[in-house]
C-alpha cells in the first residue's frame, strides 16, 4: 500500500494524544518528535519537516485544541490540513487549449518511466473523449521508438514518429502538424533522457519548447529516489520551467517523501501518480486524498471512482433483475469477481475505507490464491453447471475439483456458500419486491 511504513509510524504517534481528556505541552513535544522522526525516515527534505512541525504545533498550542473536549483529534485534523498544505490543497488539472491540439511535453531522466507514463496519459485521456497522439522523440535510447509504439498499440493511441535520424525539434514540430491535419485535439511528446541531467539534454529540450509551445510540461520522477527525485525536479524546473510533476512508482516501498517534499521544493504541483505498472494505472493527485490516507482516515472518494470506472452500469442492472428473480449465477458470481478485480489489490481498496486498521491488513492477500481457487473451481464447471449448480452430483464434483486442483471438500464449501447466498438473495428480493409494492422501499444497492 502506498506510503504503508510512514502510515504507520505517523498513525503510532498521533495515537498517544487520541485517548487523553486534556493535552499538555509536553505531550505535544513527544507526539511531533515521533511525527518529525516518522517523516525524516520517510526522506521528507528536512527543511520542509522543520517548517512543517513548526506549524502543526503553533496551530496546536492554540485556544481551539487546548480547550477543545477532543484536543487529540484536533491535532489530528491539524496535521491532516497541514500535509494537504504540503502536497498542494487542491487537484492541479491540466491546461487545455482553447484552440486544440493541447500539447503536453514530457520530459526526466532516462528510466524514469516517461514512454510508459506517456501511453498512461494517453489512455487516461481518451477515457474522457479526446483523441491524443504519441510522438516519439527519443531518437537516442535504443528501441525507444518501437517501445513507444507498443505502448500505443496497447491503449489503441496512434504514434507519429520519424526515425532516429532526424531532429527531435524537427519532429515535435510535425507531429504537432500532424495532428492538427488529423483532429488529434491531444499531443504527448516523448522526449529523451539521459542518466544524469547535462546542458546537451536540457538546451535539446528547451529548443523543442520554443518551437512547440506546449501547454503543460510534465516531468516524470520515480518516488522511490526519493530527495533525488526532489533534486532533479528543482533542477528540470529551473532551466524548463515545467507546470507539473508526474509521481512514478508509488505502489511499491517508496517512503514517500518525494511527494512530500517536492511541491514545497520546487514550487510545482504533482499532477498525477503512477500506482502500478498496468497502463490503466494512473491517478490524478489529489493532495487532500492522499493525506487522508497516510493518517488512515480513509479515501472514499478514490474508491467510489474506481468502482464506477471497473463496474458495468447495464451488467449491475441485469443482475438486479436477476436477483430479484432469483436467477443469479455462477457466471454472474465469476463476472462480478472479475469487475472487483479489476479495480485493484483488495488490500488496498479496504484501505480507502475510513476506520480499516491497515496494520490488520499488512500480509493479507486478499486477492491472491483464495480468490483464484474459487476462479478455477468456476472455470472448472461446464456452462450448465455454472447456471444450474444443482445438477453437481458426486461424479462432477470430483471432475470439477481435480480440473481445477482443488479437493472436493473445497469445492463442497464453495457450493454450500453459493448455495447460501442466492437463498438470503432470493429472501431479499422477495423482500424488496412486497415493500416496493407498498412504497416503502428502494433497492439500494443498484441505480
Given at each position: 500500500m502506498i506510503f504503508e511504513n510512514l502510515s504507520d509510524k505517523l498513525q503510532n504517534a498521533l495515537s498517544a494524544l487520541t485517548g487523553k481528556g486534556k493535552i499538555s505541552e509536553k505531550d505535544l513535544d513527544l507526539a511531533l518528535r515521533e511525527v518529525k522522526l516518522a517523516l525524516l525516515e520517510a526522506d521528507v527534505n528536512f527543511k520542509v519537516v522543520k517548517d512543517f512541525i513548526k506549524t502543526v504545533k503553533e496551530r496546536a498550542l492554540g485556544a481551539e485544541v487546548m480547550e477543545s473536549l477532543t484536543p487529540g483529534q484536533q491535532v489530528i485534523k491539524i496535521v491532516n490540513e497541514e500535509l494537504t498544505a504540503l502536497m498542494g490543497e487542491e487537484e492541479s488539472k491540466i491546461n487545455f487549449s482553447s484552440k486544440p491540439p493541447t500539447v503536453i511535453m514530457l520530459c526526466g531522466l532516462q528510466g524514469a518511466g516517461k514512454t510508459t507514463h506517456g501511453g498512461k496519459l494517453a489512455l487516461h485521456f481518451k477515457k474522457k473523449g479526446k483523441r491524443p497522439l504519441l510522438v516519439a522523440c527519443d531518437v537516442y535510447r535504443p528501441a525507444a521508438i518501437k517501445q513507444l509504439q507498443v505502448?500505443?498499440?496497447?491503449?489503441?493511441v496512434p504514434v507519429f514518429s520519424m526515425g532516429d535520424k532526424i531532429s527531435p525539434v524537427e519532429i515535435a514540430k510535425k507531429g504537432v502538424e500532424e495532428a492538427k491535419a488529423n483532429g488529434?485535439?491531444?499531443v504527448i511528446?516523448?522526449?529523451?533522457?539521459?542518466?544524469h541531467i547535462d546542458n546537451e539534454l536540457m538546451q535539446e529540450l528547451q529548443d523543442i519548447k520554443i518551437e512547440i509551445s506546449?501547454?503543460?510540461?510534465?516531468?516524470?520522477?520515480?518516488?522511490?529516489?526519493?530527495q533525488d527525485a526532489v533534486n532533479v525536479a528543482k533542477t528540470f524546473n529551473d532551466r524548463l520551467d515545467i507546470t507539473g510533476i508526474i509521481l512514478t512508482k508509488l505502489d511499491g516501498d517508496a517512503r514517500g517523501g518525494a511527494a512530500l517534499s517536492i511541491r514545497r521544493v520546487a514550487e510545482k504541483p504533482i499532477k498525477f501518480i503512477g500506482v502500478g505498472e498496468k497502463l490503466d494505472q494512473l491517478e490524478p493527485f489529489y493532495p487532500s486524498r492522499m493525506a487522508?490516507?497516510?493518517?488512515?482516515?480513509g479515501d472514499v472518494l478514490s474508491l467510489i471512482e474506481k468502482a464506477e470506472a471497473a463496474i458495468d452500469e447495464k451488467k449491475a442492472k441485469e443482475l438486479e433483475q436477476k436477483i430479484r428473480s432469483s436467477k443469479y449465477s455462477f457466471n454472474d458470481f465469476l463476472d462480478q469477481l472479475e469487475q472487483i478485480r479489476s479495480m485493484g489489490p483488495l488490500e488496498d481498496l479496504l484501505g480507502m475505507i475510513p476506520g480499516v486498521n491497515s496494520k490488520a491488513l499488512k500480509g493479507l492477500s486478499l486477492d491472491g490464491k483464495e480468490i483464484g481457487k474459487v476462479e478455477a473451481m468456476i472455470k472448472?464447471?461446464?456452462?450448465?453447471?455454472r447456471e444450474n449448480p444443482e445438477i453437481i452430483d458426486s461424479s462432477r464434483r470430483k471432475r470439477i475439483a481435480k480440473g481445477s486442483g482443488v479437493t472436493v471438500s473445497e469445492l463442497n464449501k464453495l457450493l454450500k456458500q453459493f448455495k447460501e447466498t442466492r437463498k438470503m438473495m432470493k429472501q431479499f428480493?422477495?423482500?424488496s419486491?412486497?415493500?416496493k409494492k407498498r412504497g416503502k422501499f428502494k433497492m439500494p444497492f443498484f441505480r
Amino acid at each position: 500500500m502506498i506510503f504503508e511504513n510512514l502510515s504507520d509510524k505517523l498513525q503510532n504517534a498521533l495515537s498517544a494524544l487520541t485517548g487523553k481528556g486534556k493535552i499538555s505541552e509536553k505531550d505535544l513535544d513527544l507526539a511531533l518528535r515521533e511525527v518529525k522522526l516518522a517523516l525524516l525516515e520517510a526522506d521528507v527534505n528536512f527543511k520542509v519537516v522543520k517548517d512543517f512541525i513548526k506549524t502543526v504545533k503553533e496551530r496546536a498550542l492554540g485556544a481551539e485544541v487546548m480547550e477543545s473536549l477532543t484536543p487529540g483529534q484536533q491535532v489530528i485534523k491539524i496535521v491532516n490540513e497541514e500535509l494537504t498544505a504540503l502536497m498542494g490543497e487542491e487537484e492541479s488539472k491540466i491546461n487545455f487549449s482553447s484552440k486544440p491540439p493541447t500539447v503536453i511535453m514530457l520530459c526526466g531522466l532516462q528510466g524514469a518511466g516517461k514512454t510508459t507514463h506517456g501511453g498512461k496519459l494517453a489512455l487516461h485521456f481518451k477515457k474522457k473523449g479526446k483523441r491524443p497522439l504519441l510522438v516519439a522523440c527519443d531518437v537516442y535510447r535504443p528501441a525507444a521508438i518501437k517501445q513507444l509504439q507498443v505502448v500505443g498499440n496497447s491503449v489503441e493511441v496512434p504514434v507519429f514518429s520519424m526515425g532516429d535520424k532526424i531532429s527531435p525539434v524537427e519532429i515535435a514540430k510535425k507531429g504537432v502538424e500532424e495532428a492538427k491535419a488529423n483532429g488529434n485535439d491531444l499531443v504527448i511528446i516523448d522526449t529523451a533522457g539521459r542518466l544524469h541531467i547535462d546542458n546537451e539534454l536540457m538546451q535539446e529540450l528547451q529548443d523543442i519548447k520554443i518551437e512547440i509551445s506546449p501547454e503543460e510540461i510534465l516531468l516524470v520522477v520515480d518516488s522511490m529516489t526519493g530527495q533525488d527525485a526532489v533534486n532533479v525536479a528543482k533542477t528540470f524546473n529551473d532551466r524548463l520551467d515545467i507546470t507539473g510533476i508526474i509521481l512514478t512508482k508509488l505502489d511499491g516501498d517508496a517512503r514517500g517523501g518525494a511527494a512530500l517534499s517536492i511541491r514545497r521544493v520546487a514550487e510545482k504541483p504533482i499532477k498525477f501518480i503512477g500506482v502500478g505498472e498496468k497502463l490503466d494505472q494512473l491517478e490524478p493527485f489529489y493532495p487532500s486524498r492522499m493525506a487522508s490516507r497516510i493518517l488512515g482516515m480513509g479515501d472514499v472518494l478514490s474508491l467510489i471512482e474506481k468502482a464506477e470506472a471497473a463496474i458495468d452500469e447495464k451488467k449491475a442492472k441485469e443482475l438486479e433483475q436477476k436477483i430479484r428473480s432469483s436467477k443469479y449465477s455462477f457466471n454472474d458470481f465469476l463476472d462480478q469477481l472479475e469487475q472487483i478485480r479489476s479495480m485493484g489489490p483488495l488490500e488496498d481498496l479496504l484501505g480507502m475505507i475510513p476506520g480499516v486498521n491497515s496494520k490488520a491488513l499488512k500480509g493479507l492477500s486478499l486477492d491472491g490464491k483464495e480468490i483464484g481457487k474459487v476462479e478455477a473451481m468456476i472455470k472448472s464447471m461446464t456452462l450448465e453447471e455454472r447456471e444450474n449448480p444443482e445438477i453437481i452430483d458426486s461424479s462432477r464434483r470430483k471432475r470439477i475439483a481435480k480440473g481445477s486442483g482443488v479437493t472436493v471438500s473445497e469445492l463442497n464449501k464453495l457450493l454450500k456458500q453459493f448455495k447460501e447466498t442466492r437463498k438470503m438473495m432470493k429472501q431479499f428480493g422477495n423482500m424488496s419486491k412486497g415493500m416496493k409494492k407498498r412504497g416503502k422501499f428502494k433497492m439500494p444497492f443498484f441505480r
